[in-house]
């Protein structure tokens, strides 16, 4: 398993990940609704957004994205059949690592409200707090840069 920075030219490799996933499925064309399409998440690669992109076997099998600019993990998603073997953890990892690397104290994501969901116990487990309900019905988690001294 590698884990490498995305390009423009991965950007249907994150669709194809994106759209197979169980938990959180969106279709293509569900996400397009909400404004995320090929050519927006090619302009956040290009400017303020970075993704992280595991592949195997010459294959995408998950990635992550966060945006410098609002200081937020913006997607984090793994193949169902490559769940379970720490792909998510260490795709967490860079993002974190960036975000914060780029100046934030404090970093947020959102996800779904449904306390079933097993994104809810990866982030509680990895120290994200959740601090309220978004007018989506989402929930909204932080992580703060852990201090030193």
């Not at 669709?15 to 302009?43: C, K, M, W, Y």
């Not at 998950?62 to 913006?74: I, K, R, S």
């Not at 104290?105 to 779904?112: A, D, K, M, P, V």
């Amino acid at each position: 398993m590698k884990i490498r920075i995305a390009t423009e030219a991965d950007v249907e490799a994150l669709f194809d990940v994106r759209t197979s996933v169980r938990e959180n499925h969106q279709s293509r064309e569900e996400l397009a609704g909400l404004g995320v399409t090929p050519r927006s998440i090619a302009e956040m690669l290009r400017t303020t957004g970075r993704a992280w992109l595991a592949e195997e076997d010459g294959g995408a099998v998950a990635f992550a994205m966060a945006d410098a600019e609002q200081g937020t993990v913006f997607a984090m998603f793994v193949r169902p059949d490559s769940e379970g073997r720490g792909l998510g953890r260490a795709l967490m990892e860079h993002a974190e690592a960036w975000l914060f690397g780029a100046g934030w104290n404090e970093i947020w994501l959102l996800t779904g409200s449904d306390p079933g969901l097993r994104a809810v116990g990866f982030y509680l487990h990895r120290g994200w707090q959740a601090v309220g309900q978004e007018a989506e019905g989402q929930t909204k988690y932080v992580k703060r840069r852990a201090q030193v001294g």
